[in-house]
Nanobody, 119 residues
Framework: RVLVVESGGDSVQAGGSLRLSCTVS????????MGWFRRAPGKEREGVAS???????RYADSVKGRFTLSKDNAKHTLTLQMNLLKPEDTARYYC?????????????WGQGTQVTVSS
């Protein structure tokens, strides 16, 4: 069974920083794609940052220059360092792992961790 567990969400003031972590267990390989998504109340889910199986990292335009994604393959951990947080970053953040090669969708999702940024 594959488990995806996020941690690190909290309430901070604008301009502050948070570090989100995601740990995956149950996958034998270590070079699978992973990503962070978020969903704010009343809004669609959006991609925040992702890393492909070849190590290519992509960011949403809204977080470029503020968020940094890193992956430790040996520890099956994905970390999202979030700096200069804005109220519009408030959302529940979800980690996803292992893209299905047929439908190009992530196969495994965590329960999410809440990030709240106050002005």
């Amino acid at each position: 069974r594959v488990l995806v567990v996020e941690s690190g969400g909290d309430s901070v003031q604008a301009g502050g920083s948070l570090r989100l972590s995601c740990t995956v267990s149950g996958l034998r390989d270590d070079d699978y794609a992973m990503g962070w998504f978020r969903r704010a109340p009343g809004k669609e889910r959006e991609g925040v940052a992702s890393i492909d199986s070849d190590g290519t990292i992509r960011y949403a335009d809204s977080v470029k220059g503020r968020f940094t994604l890193s992956k430790d393959n040996a520890k099956h951990t994905l970390t999202l360092q979030m700096n200069l947080l804005k109220p519009e970053d408030t959302a529940r953040y979800y980690c996803a792992a292992d893209v299905d090669s047929v439908c190009s969708e992530y196969r495994y999702w965590g329960q999410g961790t809440q990030v709240t940024v106050s002005s």
